[in-house]
T-cell receptor, first 111, second 115 residues
């Protein structure tokens, strides 16, 4: 089993749609959680951190469920510019600082 | 200010050769990470430095891979006896401190092709 698993995608949605990505992780001792965005042939960039209380940044909402070891990302009112790969990231646990990325979920937003 | 830089941007080498990949982190960032990314996959953790020391090298695939950060700033990833399976984009990232909550800033990567 992979340490971080994501929906394989791709997701093809029209502009204005709401889309949700899911992620699960295997190490219950993991300490911090993130969503990164990666455009084609570019480096990953932080989209947002994820907290148990849930957090929102404009059209983006992230949620962490530690009991289920589950992370989600919701994008509302999708824009063409949201088209990218979204990477679920889990950090720490077991005394180390190893950062584990999921394989990513590709999103295509179409006009 | 300047972001993370990596050189070279592209490297083509022959099987069996030795290569060095360089990373210049953001000034003042004490934590530095190396990853490699294959097509269609997320970045795969290789090694993490806190200052000059490798705090976690559990991701290095075998003893052909080695990384140094002698002065706590620039880091070099060294690959000996390269194999075709080493072909990937090698990404470097830095963060301000070692805390696991800190954002990692990535460089543009070095695309390594082993023929």
């Amino acid at each position: 089993r992979k340490e971080v698993e994501q929906d394989p995608g791709p997701f093809n949605v029209p502009e204005g749609a709401t889309v949700a990505f899911n992620c699960t992780y295997s190490n219950s001792a993991s300490q911090s959680f993130f969503w990164y965005r990666q455009d084609c042939r570019k480096e990953p960039k932080l989209l947002m951190s994820v907290y148990s209380s849930g957090n929102e940044d404009g059209r983006f909402t992230a949620q962490l469920n530690r009991a289920s070891q589950y992370i989600s990302l919701l994008i509302r009112d999708s824009k063409l510019s949201d088209s990218a790969t979204y990477l679920c990231v889990v950090n720490g646990g077991g005394g180390g600082f190893k950062t584990i990325f999921g394989a990513g979920t590709r999103l295509f937003v179409k006009a | 200010g300047a972001g993370v830089s990596q050189t070279p941007s592209n490297k083509v080498t022959e099987k069996g050769k030795y290569v060095e990949l360089r990373c210049d982190p953001i000034s003042g960032h004490t934590a530095l990470y190396w990853y490699r990314q294959s097509l269609g996959q997320g970045p795969e953790f290789l090694i993490y430095f806190q200052g000059t020391g490798a705090a976690d090298d559990s991701g290095l695939p075998n003893d052909r891979f080695f990384a140094v950060r002698p002065e706590g700033s620039v880091s070099t990833l060294k690959i000996q006896r390269t194999e075709r399976g080493d072909s990937a984009v090698y990404l470097c990232a830095s963060s301000l401190t070692s805390g696991s909550n800190n954002e990692q800033f990535f460089g543009p990567g070095t695309r390594l092709t082993v023929l």
